[in-house]
């Protein structure tokens, strides 16, 4: 009867009894003491007498098999198996779990169509046999994961949104739920159901959230939940899902890949929330990790060109080339050729801003050269010829940027017509045009670029821009009317947008402020040469107001009060007003009296020079030396200064009570107290500390609305709206809160000098001074009675305010 058996058992399980022998001396001692035994116990129990135990006897030796790796002999156990289940007991539970087991065979034997049919058979039998079971749940896991292997995306998310189904019954609140909910978040993110991928991803981090805080799986879901929540704006929700993520990795796996994926994570989401001093922080943690860990090339490139954009966000233009030149050289060799192409583009226009047209053409032009390649007519292509012509122009090279504005512009057109980027091709080409010496068709297409802005964005930024170049156009050509007709429509139009706002990222504002004094700018030049001084100053009170209040957040259209309206109704007799506009080729000083009417002197100094000079003579106030070390150079400097601002009114300088001065630009920093004054015919000098009280405002509206109660101003910004962002850094309210006013300092001049300046100013407020006379009182006790003799301790401090108004 043994040897009976033996023998049939060779006709079902040949192929492994022919190597049961040499396998032996391969596998561990216990497998083949059990699968000898079980291959005795198969033998005890033949086909026709038992064969539902013969069916599950050869079932535990094909597990075993499968253990010792003996896959034929594994295969006919299951298949003898499953045969005889379907001929006696055809369960479908049986069933389906052996087809799932010679599904699993079929796929360790690398035959994939088999393991397909053995498991899409498991499935079928089990949804109906044991649709509750840990089988159904194991089958329908491989179902999927034999659909991704064949890309069938639709299958495989169906198959394991089922197997979540069954698990989340059978082992609620298990690590294998919290896995079934990642994988479907995973796809849902692939989909880009950002709302579907929030919840199953929070479904997984609840699950994980009272056994497995710890661990690295709960690390790895909730870096996943933050990519998500930040996609779907919840920057604050995002950067506590990082932070509790980096802190598990930081714990567990400290400097790892993983710890520096999650930094550029978290730098991204800082750079988005304008954090940009943290973002640059993180993205360097970054990638001192992966360059010492010897992470992807890809990934190191990636956060080189992540770093760049902040760095360019932050105005560091030759650190956020070097960056992004560092990702271009690293991904070179292995990115996809439209992924390089767009790095090389970004690099372009960093290297345009630095001023260096012939490295931004280089990798603008190997941009376009693959754009062309890869995606030929495509707005890609239009994107990088536009960027190329651009460099084209920088470079002078007028007849090539033409061409490739207009290749951009045939491209636009066809694919988006009536878009932004339509107009903007027709604004550079009427650009170029007007630089390449043709006027009549420079004209025309200036015209047709505003009608397309004025088409596509009514009323934006871009709108107005295209229109101040055809005013600067038609001024440049002689058409002084027109031009100045076609300015101030720009400035109209500028007034009445909402989209030009000062707002958004650091860098954005800066560059908005530079455009708004740019677009106020030339008509308040063109009036004041032509004398028209009222005018003239009233855009620049304007442009001022405009600047102010968005320092303020207050994003309402400035209020149509004219400064000259407010110079009769608000400012006080014996107060001379003085209103600078420092401009690139010359500066402007407005000059008037309640009783006098508005005057306009030119300054031949151009802007930067004028800015130059600012700047050292602030240097020099604010080191402190010996008196022989500074007085002579500050002397000399102070004169100049206040010759080349003041010394064309001087007579109506000397002849008034007090200065309300209101600053443009570099002025904005200079200490006015400091300036020196040498009247003619002696020889004596004096700072203006000791020659008039000085009122300062950002603006006449501003002055004369504080005279009448309005509220003291929020933030110091708001007193210095003409200055690169993010402003004065050093500047600081001092002392407690006045109505109508507030008392600054451009800078701290040493510890405890402010505090005691400020009670000074008390002091002599409380002697009945008014502030702008308490003010220069302070300053002199300052220096003649409390040993403070440079100027650093003193010069420093400004009235913003009322008095001088009524």
Do not use: C
Not at 213 to 240: E, F, S
Not at 451 to 479: K, M, Q, T, Y
Not at 696 to 710: D, L, R
Not at 738 to 747: C, H, K, P
């Amino acid at each position: 009867m043994h040897i009976t058996a033996r023998l049939f058992l060779a006709s079902g399980l040949l192929a492994g009894l022919a190597v049961i022998g040499p396998v032996h001396a391969q596998i561990p001692t216990d497998i083949a003491a059990e699968l000898d035994r079980l291959l005795a116990q198969v033998a005890d129990a033949p086909a026709d007498r038992n064969p539902a135990e013969r069916a599950r006897r050869l079932e535990l030796l094909g597990d075993v098999e499968v253990r010792a790796n003996m896959l034929g002999a594994a295969r006919s156990a299951f298949e003898e198996a499953s045969a005889l289940r379907t001929q006696n007991s055809p369960e479908d539970r049986d069933l389906g779990r052996l087809a799932f087991k010679l599904a699993n065979v079929a796929r360790l034997d690398k035959r994939p169509a088999d393991a397909e049919r053995f498991i899409d058979l498991a499935v079928a039998r089990l949804r109906t046999g044991a649709p509750q079971s840990p089988e159904y749940a194991d089958a329908l896991v491989e179902s999927a994961r034999s659909a991704t292997a064949r890309n069938d995306v639709a299958k495989a998310e169906q198959a394991y949104r089922d197997a979540l189904g069954v698990v989340s019954k059978l082992q609620p609140g298990s690590a294998r739920e919290a896995q079934l909910s990642e994988i479907l978040g995973d796809a849902a993110v692939r989909r880009k159901d950002l709302e579907g991928a929030d919840q199953l991803y929070s479904r997984g981090l609840a699950v994980l959230e009272t056994s497995q805080r710890d661990t690295v799986d709960y690390a790895r879901l909730a870096n996943a939940l933050a990519v998500v929540a930040a996609a779907r704006n919840q920057l604050p929700r995002a950067q506590g899902l990082y932070e509790a993520s980096l802190k598990i990795y930081e714990a567990q796996r400290p400097d790892s890949l993983e710890v520096s994926q999650l930094l550029n994570n978290l730098g991204i989401l800082q750079m988005n929330r304008g954090a940009s001093a943290a973002a640059e922080a993180m993205f360097r943690r970054s990638l001192t990790i992966k360059t010492t860990r010897k992470g992807a090339p890809e990934d190191i490139g990636t956060t080189h060109a992540n770093l760049g954009l902040v760095l360019l966000e932050q105005g560091r233009l030759a650190d956020a080339g070097a960056e992004f030149k560092a990702a271009v050289d690293l991904r070179r060799a292995q990115a996809p050729p439209l992924e390089l192409a767009a790095l090389q583009t970004n690099l372009a226009r960093i290297e345009l801003l630095r001023g260096r047209p012939d490295t931004a053409t280089a990798a603008a032009r190997e941009a376009l050269e693959i754009r062309r390649a890869q995606a030929p007519q495509t707005l890609l292509v239009a994107a990088t010829a536009t960027e190329l012509g651009l460099a084209r122009e920088a470079a002078r090279a007028y007849d090539e940027a033409l061409a490739l504005h207009r290749e951009a512009l045939a491209i636009r057109e066809k694919l988006a017509a009536n878009s932004a980027e339509v107009a903007e091709s027709l604004e550079r080409i009427a650009v170029v045009t007007s630089l390449s010496g043709d006027p009549l068709a420079a004209r025309s297409a200036f015209e047709r670029a505003v009608e397309a802005w004025a088409r596509v964005s009514p009323g934006s930024l871009d709108h107005v821009n295209v229109i101040h170049e055809v005013g600067e156009f038609l001024v440049a050509r002689g058409d002084a009317v027109e031009g100045l007709r076609r300015l101030r429509e720009a400035v109209d139009l500028l007034e009445r947008s909402t989209a030009a706002r000062p707002t958004g990222t650091l860098d954005a504002r800066a560059q908005l402020v530079s455009r708004l004094q740019a677009y106020y700018g030339a008509p308040i030049r063109i009036l004041a040469e032509r004398g028209d001084a009222g005018e003239s100053v009233t855009l620049l009170d304007r442009m001022h107001e405009r600047l102010r209040r968005a320092r303020g957040g207050d994003d309402a259209a400035v209020a149509p009060v004219s400064p000259l309206d407010a110079l009769k109704r608000g400012i006080e007799t014996g107060t001379l007003v003085v209103a600078f506009s420092v401009q690139p080729a010359a500066s402007y000083a407005f000059v008037a009296t309640r009783d006098t009417p508005m005057r306009v002197y030119r300054i031949d100094e151009k802007g930067a020079a004028l800015s130059e000079r600012v700047q050292k003579f602030v240097e020099r106030v604010r080191t402190r030396s010996s008196a022989a070390a500074y007085e002579a150079p500050l002397v000399s400097e102070g004169k100049a200064l206040f010759d080349l601002l003041f010394g064309q009114f001087e007579d109506s300088a000397v002849r008034a009570d007090r200065l309300l001065i209101v600053p443009d630009g570099p002025l904005e920093a200079l200490p006015f107290s400091a300036l020196v004054r040498n009247p003619a015919g002696r020889t004596t000098w004096q700072y203006l500390v000791d020659w008039k009280p000085m009122v300062f405002a950002p603006s006449m509206v501003a002055a004369a609305a504080w005279a009448g109660g309005a509220a003291a101003p929020a933030s110091v910004g708001q007193l210095f709206p003409t200055t690169d962002e993010p402003g004065l850094a050093a500047a600081r309210l001092v002392g407690g809160a006045m109505n109508g006013g507030a008392l600054v300092s451009l800078w701290t001049p040493a510890e405890r000098v402010t505090d005691e300046f400020a009670e000074l100013f008390k002091m002599s407020l409380t002697q009945g001074r008014a502030r702008e006379a308490a003010l220069s009182r302070a300053q002199r006790v300052m220096r003649d009675e409390r040993g403070r003799t440079h100027p650093a301790y003193w010069a420093a401090f400004r009235y913003y305010g009322a008095r001088g108004v009524r």
